[in-house]
């Protein structure tokens, strides 16, 4: 292992701000220094050049000491895993020939004044100095060989069918009592007990996440069976009013007829950019939620939340464009530590999950930087920080668990939005990053209560992100749409939630096919993943495409262009049976299609309306109107915006017609976002976002209709001809076992649907 230190990690203000939290604590700690250091292991039998390596690093060997009564720690990368940056560095220098198999980026501080080791204190000072989801402490840079440690491949594991509730529960599956007993039945009639690969695919699909079991369930409210599912009213809306709907719910996102337009694009041939002749243009719309991984690791969380939903506008269809995009937050109390608010009572709060004031300080950069270094402005959103106490003792209502709102708009063209069914022998792709042991088991981990998962699996669902990477294969994704009828991509799925143990079979089966793949071809950098790791990890950036065999080399030579990593990694087989192989050994999966996505148990909630609460009535008197508006201005729902909308690029791209700042001082307070069909003309798309939650505590269908209303309100600002012209993307989020309110659920959604 080479080490190098480079130049100072922490402005003076930065450094002063981490040495009075420490300060708090052992208030005679000092930090007297604090500096990059580059962690560097190099390929087999090479000599790197370290003053190369120093100039490009601006680094130097370590050799500096502590001051006298200092000590350093290290912050790296968490141990086992490979950080962003070390994706981005590792690449480049390999690139550039230096014989550098690895490089990770670290953090030392000297610190003068640390107590003992077994000082009682010391778990909040660990607590200040590192984030464990993502991070590690180490005591000397030695320690820091652990992360270039390869550790052997993990085996797969058989599980026997009278062990499934404890499987269910040590690898954290969710699986209901019904899906268990199905399991049970369908590999009884196989003779055989399932892979853990297996039965991780299968709770990923069947996920409330991927599946949305309690949307698709049968209810019976107040002892009377309902007559509709609530996804059964939400496709209602469309069936109601389908005009210049091209596509919605049967695609990674929804399509709607645009106006036509002029691409500004390269040519396919000569690679120059040009204005194409006019051509009907479509747009996709989606809006999505990444909560579990913002509450357990804000950062990583909200960028993997923006960049998941930027892969499902470019995965529509043959090929969608990414152009403009929108971020929203809801959260409990800030109890920001040196400005307490009357309002904010003391209480005990979830050990495991970040505060609300931590969301905020890293949710919103993490949501910005991926658009950002993507490329793709952010034109809207909100931010609601709303918690409520209850009579019940120890009980409020509260946005602990947070919502972290992804949405945007994206660009097609009209003979693109349709897919390709795959056909026997057409090639399986993956496109894009390498696997590693990230967001395991995350469609299923958000789908358990808060709280009854194990801190391993809060960890293993832990996600990173790397927008260039992703950059990279949307570039791909381009080149291939402006082919037009000759696009080499039949059918795509951005890969998700599961991993490719979701994305794969989807593929394969909304084309009606099997498959069969060799695990052994996936890209991969931890050679320590089992089968089942492999299969299921959640590493993102990764799209999965279906290619016919002629075309094949038109694909790989786009690739190459834009230096996109892919790898075909199996074919389309007729046979609707899904076998995955693995290194020679016994296939790590080899089950019928329709044991994944056949008819699983249905879902049956039996559910009650809560009583009705009294709300006590307002009493004006007693209020002080100045005190009562200073509040209310000062409350972050109501307050400034402007920090979550100056960390954004609003211009990237040139189709933005209408940000957030409007009026003469360029305050944040537009009702809506405007971007743009083309360069030249004078048409486009307009996007606002309407929220009602906290309503829903008094009544659930008022929210909801108060909520499109907003939306359709803020709509006002563009010219809009008609309704018919509008289009809703609606989330739902509700704690759906909780006191009657799924049925309050159901409310909401058949007053909308």
């Given at each position: 292992?080479?080490?190098?230190?480079?130049?100072p990690?922490?402005?003076?203000?930065?450094?002063?701000?981490?040495?009075?939290?420490?300060?708090?604590?052992?208030?005679?700690?000092?930090?007297?220094?604090?500096?990059?250091?580059?962690?560097?292991?190099?390929?087999?039998?090479t000599?790197?050049?370290?003053?190369?390596?120093?100039?490009?690093?601006?680094?130097?060997?370590?050799?500096?000491?502590?001051?006298?009564?200092?000590?350093?720690?290290?912050?790296?990368?968490?141990?086992?895993?490979?950080?962003?940056?070390?994706?981005?560095?590792?690449?480049?220098?390999?690139?550039?020939g230096?014989?550098?198999?690895?490089?990770?980026?670290?953090?030392?501080?000297?610190?003068?004044?640390?107590?003992?080791a077994?000082?009682?204190?010391?778990?909040?000072?660990?607590?200040?100095?590192?984030?464990?989801?993502?991070?590690?402490?180490?005591?000397?840079?030695?320690?820091?060989?652990?992360?270039?440690?390869?550790?052997?491949?993990?085996?797969?594991?058989?599980?026997?069918?009278?062990?499934?509730?404890?499987?269910?529960?040590?690898?954290?599956?969710?699986?209901?009592?019904?899906?268990?007993?199905?399991?049970?039945d369908?590999?009884?009639?196989?003779?055989?007990?399932?892979?853990?690969?297996?039965?991780?695919?299968?709770?990923?699909?069947?996920?409330?996440?991927?599946?949305?079991?309690i949307?698709?369930?049968?209810?019976?409210?107040?002892?009377?069976?309902?007559?509709?599912?609530?996804?059964?009213?939400?496709?209602?809306?469309?069936?109601?009013?389908?005009q210049?709907?091209?596509?919605?719910?049967?695609?990674?996102?929804?399509?709607?007829?645009?106006?036509?337009?002029?691409?500004?694009?390269?040519?396919a041939?000569?690679?120059?950019?040009?204005?194409?002749?006019?051509?009907?243009?479509?747009?996709?719309?989606k809006?999505?939620?990444?909560?579990?991984?913002?509450?357990?690791?804000?950062?990583?969380g909200?960028?993997?939340?923006?960049?998941?939903e930027?892969?499902?506008?470019?995965?529509?269809?043959?090929?969608?464009?990414?152009?403009?995009?929108?971020?929203?937050?809801?959260?409990s109390?800030?109890?920001?530590?040196?400005?307490?608010?009357?309002?904010?009572?003391?209480?005990?709060?979830n050990?495991?999950?970040?505060?609300?004031?931590?969301?905020?300080?890293?949710?919103?950069?993490?949501?910005?930087?991926?658009?950002?270094?993507?490329?793709?402005?952010?034109?809207?959103?909100?931010?609601?920080?709303?918690?409520?106490?209850?009579?019940?003792?120890g009980?409020?209502?509260?946005?602990?668990?947070?919502?972290?709102?992804?949405?945007?708009?994206?660009?097609?063209?009209?003979?693109?939005?349709?897919?390709?069914?795959?056909?026997?022998?057409?090639?399986?792709?993956?496109?894009?990053?390498?696997?590693?042991?990230?967001?395991?088991?995350?469609?299923?981990?958000?789908?358990?209560?808060?709280?009854?998962s194990?801190?391993?699996?809060?960890?293993?669902?832990?996600?990173?992100?790397?927008?260039?990477?992703?950059?990279?294969?949307?570039?791909?994704?381009?080149?291939?749409?402006?082919?037009?009828?000759?696009?080499?991509?039949?059918?795509?799925?951005?890969?998700?939630?599961?991993?490719?143990?979701?994305?794969?079979?989807?593929?394969?089966?909304?084309?009606?096919?099997?498959?069969?793949?060799?695990?052994?071809?996936?890209?991969?950098?931890?050679?320590?993943?089992?089968?089942m790791?492999?299969?299921?990890?959640?590493?993102?950036?990764?799209?999965?495409?279906?290619?016919?065999?002629?075309?094949?080399?038109?694909?790989?030579?786009?690739?190459?262009?834009?230096?996109?990593?892919?790898?075909?990694?199996?074919?389309?087989?007729?046979?609707?049976t899904?076998?995955?192989?693995?290194?020679?050994?016994?296939?790590?999966?080899?089950?019928?299609?329709?044991?994944?996505?056949?008819?699983?148990?249905?879902?049956?909630?039996?559910?009650?309306?809560?009583?009705?609460?009294?709300?006590?009535?307002?009493?004006?008197?007693?209020?002080d109107?100045?005190?009562?508006g200073?509040?209310?201005?000062?409350?972050?729902?109501?307050?400034?915006?402007?920090?979550?909308?100056?960390?954004?690029?609003?211009?990237?791209?040139?189709?933005?017609?209408?940000?957030?700042?409007?009026?003469?001082?360029?305050?944040?307070?537009?009702?809506?976002?405007?971007?743009?069909?083309?360069?030249?003309?004078?048409?486009?798309?307009?996007?606002?976002?309407?929220?009602?939650?906290?309503?829903?505590?008094?009544?659930?269908?008022?929210?909801?209709?108060?909520?499109v209303?907003?939306a359709?309100?803020?709509?006002?600002?563009?010219?809009?001809?008609?309704?018919?012209?509008?289009?809703?993307?609606?989330?739902?989020?509700?704690?759906?076992?909780?006191?009657?309110?799924?049925?309050?659920?159901?409310?909401?959604?058949?007053?909308?649907?």
């Amino acid at each position: 292992m080479i080490v190098l230190e480079g130049l100072p990690a922490l402005s003076p203000f930065r450094r002063d701000r981490l040495q009075a939290r420490l300060r708090q604590i052992v208030p005679d700690l000092g930090v007297t220094g604090a500096w990059h250091v580059y962690f560097l292991q190099a390929e087999p039998a090479t000599s790197p050049d370290l003053g190369a390596l120093g100039r490009i690093l601006e680094g130097c060997p370590a050799q500096a000491e502590p001051a006298a009564g200092a000590q350093s720690r290290f912050v790296t990368p968490r141990l086992g895993t490979v950080s962003p940056w070390a994706s981005k560095a590792t690449e480049i220098l390999k690139g550039a020939g230096h014989g550098i198999k690895r490089v990770e980026r670290g953090l030392r501080l000297d610190l003068a004044g640390l107590p003992a080791a077994d000082d009682p204190r010391w778990p909040r000072l660990a607590h200040e100095l590192f984030d464990p989801m993502t991070q590690s402490l180490l005591s000397s840079r030695g320690d820091a060989v652990a992360l270039f440690e390869e550790l052997p491949a993990g085996a797969l594991e058989r599980i026997p069918l009278d062990q499934l509730a404890e499987a269910n529960r040590r690898l954290g599956l969710a699986l209901s009592d019904d899906e268990l007993a199905y399991l049970v039945d369908r590999y009884g009639a196989l003779g055989r007990d399932p892979s853990d690969a297996e039965l991780m695919m299968f709770a990923q699909a069947n996920s409330e996440h991927c599946r949305h079991k309690i949307f698709n369930a049968r209810y019976s409210i107040d002892g009377e069976d309902m007559p509709h599912s609530l996804f059964g009213m939400i496709r209602n809306t469309h069936a109601q009013a389908p005009q210049l709907t091209l596509s919605a719910y049967k695609d990674n996102a929804a399509v709607v007829e645009g106006f036509a337009g002029r691409r500004f694009r390269s040519d396919a041939a000569s690679g120059e950019y040009r204005h194409e002749p006019v051509r009907d243009s479509a747009f996709c719309i989606k809006v999505e939620t990444h909560n579990h991984p913002t509450a357990i690791s804000p950062f990583p969380g909200a960028s993997t939340g923006a960049g998941g939903e930027i892969r499902d506008e470019g995965a529509t269809g043959r090929g969608g464009k990414p152009k403009v995009g929108l971020t929203g937050f809801s959260v409990s109390h800030l109890r920001i530590p040196t400005l307490p608010q009357v309002w904010e009572q003391p209480r005990e709060l979830n050990p495991r999950m970040a505060s609300a004031f931590e969301i905020m300080m890293d949710g919103p950069l993490g949501g910005a930087a991926f658009n950002n270094e993507f490329g793709r402005p952010n034109l809207a959103g909100y931010f609601r920080s709303f918690e409520m106490p209850t009579d019940q003792a120890g009980l409020a209502r509260a946005y602990d668990k947070p919502i972290m709102l992804a949405g945007g708009l994206g660009a097609m063209d009209r003979e693109q939005v349709r897919k390709l069914p795959l056909r026997a022998g057409d090639a399986v792709i993956v496109l894009g990053g390498p696997a590693m042991l990230i967001g395991l088991g995350g469609g299923a981990a958000s789908s358990v209560a808060s709280g009854q998962s194990s801190q391993a699996l809060d960890f293993a669902s832990v996600q990173r992100d790397n927008p260039e990477m992703e950059r990279r294969c949307q570039e791909v994704i381009d080149r291939c749409v402006a082919l037009g009828a000759d696009n080499p991509i039949r059918f795509m799925h951005d890969v998700g939630a599961g991993g490719l143990s979701n994305a794969i079979p989807e593929l394969l089966h909304d084309s009606g096919v099997g498959g069969v793949i060799d695990l052994g071809k996936v890209p991969c950098v931890d050679p320590s993943l089992s089968p089942m790791q492999l299969w299921c990890n959640e590493s993102q950036e990764r799209y999965v495409l279906g290619v016919a065999g002629q075309d094949l080399a038109a694909f790989e030579t786009l690739c190459a262009r834009e230096r996109c990593p892919y790898a075909i990694v199996g074919t389309a087989a007729a046979e609707q049976t899904l076998v995955v192989g693995y290194q020679g050994r016994e296939p790590a999966i080899d089950m019928p299609m329709d044991l994944l996505f056949g008819k699983a148990p249905k879902m049956h909630r039996d559910t009650a309306h809560p009583a009705a609460v009294r709300w006590p009535r307002l009493d004006s008197n007693a209020i002080d109107l100045r005190e009562a508006g200073l509040r209310v201005l000062s409350h972050p729902t109501v307050a400034s915006k402007n920090f979550l909308v100056t960390i954004g690029d609003r211009s990237v791209g040139g189709l933005c017609s209408r940000d957030q700042m409007v009026g003469p001082w360029q305050l944040p307070l537009a009702d809506c976002a405007i971007s743009l069909t083309d360069f030249v003309g004078v048409s486009g798309e307009a996007m606002s976002v309407g929220e009602r939650t906290p309503l829903a505590l008094i009544d659930a269908a008022a929210s909801a209709r108060m909520a499109v209303g907003e939306a359709i309100t803020n709509l006002a600002a563009a010219p809009v001809s008609s309704l018919a012209e509008v289009k809703l993307s609606a989330n739902w989020m509700a704690a759906a076992s909780f006191n009657g309110e799924d049925a309050l659920l159901y409310d909401a959604v058949q007053a909308v649907g």
